[in-house]
T-cell receptor, first 121, second 110 residues
Framework: DTGVSQNPRHKITKRGQNVTFRCDPI?????LYWYRQTLGQGPEFLTY????????KSRLLSDRFSAERPKGSFSTLEIQRTEQGDSAMYLC???????????????????FGNGTRLTVT | KNEVEQSPQNLTAQEGEFITINCSYS?????LHWLQQHPGGGIVSLFM?????KKHGRLIATINIQEKHSSLHITASHPRDSAVYIC????????????WGAGTKLIIKP
């Protein structure tokens, strides 16, 4: 399977614990995105990487959230001191865009992973 | 008023019917996505459009940039097409911040 892979599929944790999710994008994709989706809502943007550089982070993302993409391949999203409001589906997507310009006009399709469903009890 | 509006919100049809889902947007865009989300959450990108028309199997997507409108059509619908179909646009000044429609929940009855 050469699609976007996310692990784990499900995570149940107690409030206050730290959790880490992993996303393996399609190998030739240089862009990686994290989104969060709560029930009945559309996905909301969390953060975005171009290769290993984290180029944008949503104002919605508190300091308890951190994401890395150390070698420009897989990415991890960590949530520290989880709260019940963090319960959601965390989606990863990847795409390819040639060129260095952030606003390059070419947009490749987004490929989504199946998500990690987090439940904080 | 939402920047991306879809209609209808819910659609139930019989197997074999021709399905149309509409998307209107009010912002300048560089591209528009049609996405499919099944129960359980998995999202699949169906099409990305910046102009004209694309076809993949029984799915057809069209976009009219001047009218800021896109449609997704399903021919010979089948129960396995039952899902939520989402229209999302990429604004002219951003290529990561997708603006999502509310989705259209489609149920195809056998």
């Amino acid at each position: 399977d050469t699609g976007v892979s996310q692990n784990p599929r499900h995570k149940i944790t107690k409030r206050g614990q730290n959790v880490t999710f992993r996303c393996d994008p399609i190998s030739e994709h240089n862009r990686l995105y994290w989104y969060r989706q709560t029930l009945g809502q559309g996905p909301e943007f969390l953060t975005y990487f171009q290769n290993e550089a984290q180029l944008e982070k949503s104002r919605l993302l508190s300091d308890r959230f951190s994401a890395e993409r150390p070698k420009g391949s897989f990415s991890t999203l960590e949530i520290q001191r989880t709260e019940q409001g963090d319960s959601a589906m965390y989606l990863c997507a990847s795409s390819y865009s040639p060129g260095q310009d952030l606003y390059f006009s070419y947009n490749s399709p987004l490929h989504f992973g199946n998500g990690t469903r987090l439940t904080v009890t | 008023k939402n920047e991306v509006e879809q209609s209808p919100q819910n659609l139930t049809a019989q197997e074999g019917e021709f399905i149309t889902i509409n998307c209107s947007y009010s912002v300048g865009i560089s591209a528009l996505h049609w996405l499919q989300q099944h129960p359980g959450g998995g999202i699949v990108s169906l099409f990305m459009l910046s102009s004209g028309k694309k076809k993949h199997g029984r799915l057809i997507a069209t976009i009219n940039i001047q009218e800021k409108h896109s449609s997704l059509h399903i021919t010979a619908s089948h129960p396995r097409d039952s899902a939520v179909y989402i229209c999302a646009v990429i604004g002219m000044d951003s290529n990561y911040q997708l603006i999502w429609g509310a989705g259209t929940k489609l149920i195809i009855k056998p």
